[in-house]
């Protein structure tokens, strides 16, 4: 069975600043690796997903990612964030077996940016 | 817009009384999700539907909860005999399966907030 462990539940930023938003999972198996999107009283959007290929995956509205197998990372990046960044924000590991047929999120991160 | 549709929103209801909730998946997609978010967690999955067969229930739907998908194209959630422990965000994702390996990515609705009183 497959875990994802999301380590900080809040992160306060500067606007302007860079922003790392940490997740590490488990599984026994490859997997496909997501991060998600959740802004006040809306659904979840995807940000970006590491399917195969380029360990370093850029998504929407300037995130990229680094799928680290070797330290089982998937760390959620952004240079330079905005206020509208504000949101929280959900690792989520899928199975690579051909039968996927569900997400395991972490339990998220409130990005909360400032000026 | 095509998106995901959920209805209600909003249902606030008392304890004991049966809820559904209904939802409309992008056209396309075959396979549909049903996830409950508690404040404070990330979403957790209940039950999918590949066409109009139920292929997997978690443990965390238990009998008072029902899904059915009748004709492979909306769905609907009922809950029965409410428990204030059932107040949740009940989302709806859907995706399409192709011959390809499922890549996992959801399409998610804006959900259906319950708050049982």
């Known amino acids: 069975a497959q875990s994802v462990t999301q380590l900080d539940s809040q992160v306060p930023v500067f606007e302007e600043a860079p922003v790392e938003l940490r997740c590490n999972y488990s599984?026994?198996?490859?997997?496909?690796l997501f991060w998600y999107v959740q802004y006040p009283n809306q659904g979840l959007q995807l940000l970006l997903k590491?399917?195969?290929?380029?360990?370093l995956v850029k998504g929407i509205n300037g995130f990229e990612a680094e799928f680290n197998k070797s330290q089982t990372s998937f760390h959620l990046r952004k240079p330079s964030v905005h206020i509208s960044d504000t949101a929280e924000y959900f690792c989520?590991?899928?199975?690579?077996?051909?039968?996927?047929?569900?997400?395991?999120f972490g339990t998220g991160t409130r990005l909360q940016v400032t000026l | 817009d095509t998106g995901v549709s959920q209805n209600p929103r909003h249902k606030i209801t008392k304890r004991g009384q049966n809820v559904t909730f209904r939802c409309d998946p992008i056209?396309?997609?075959?396979?549909l999700y049903w996830y409950r978010q508690t404040l404070g967690q990330g979403p957790e999955f209940l039950t999918y539907?590949?066409?109009?067969?139920?292929?997997?229930k978690s443990r965390l739907l238990s009998d008072r909860f029902s899904a059915e998908r009748p004709k492979g194209s909306f769905s609907t959630l009922e809950i029965q005999r409410t428990e204030q422990g059932d107040s949740a965000m009940y989302l709806c994702?859907?995706?399409?399966?192709?011959?390809?390996?499922?890549?996992?990515?959801?399409?998610f609705g804006e959900g259906s907030r319950l708050t049982v009183l």
């Open positions: 994702a859907s995706s399409f399966l192709a011959d390809i390996p499922n890549t996992g990515e959801l399409f």
């Open positions: 599984s026994s198996v490859s997997v496909y």
């Open positions: 590491y399917l195969s290929g380029s360990t």
């Open positions: 989520a590991v899928s199975d690579y077996d051909g039968t996927a047929s569900k997400l395991t």
């Open positions: 056209s396309e997609h075959n396979r």
């Open positions: 539907f590949q066409n109009e067969a139920q292929l997997e």
